[in-house]
């Protein structure tokens, strides 16, 4: 199941820079392609506000 990112989302882009298959974009919260979402964890281990999540 893919991650998804909460509205606690601060809009830093840490997420998308940690991301290894660039499954994330930009946006208010940021947006996380499914599809592309390989289940890492590593866009919840970035984030300083927790706002990425397991779905």
Known sequence: MA???SDECIGCGACMEGCPVQ???????YVIDESACIDCGACE?????GAPSEA
Not at 23 to 29: F, K, R, W
């Open 3 to 5: 991650y998804k990112i």
């Open 23 to 29: 499954a994330i974009s930009e946006g208010t919260p």
């Open 45 to 49: 281990a970035n984030c300083p506000v």
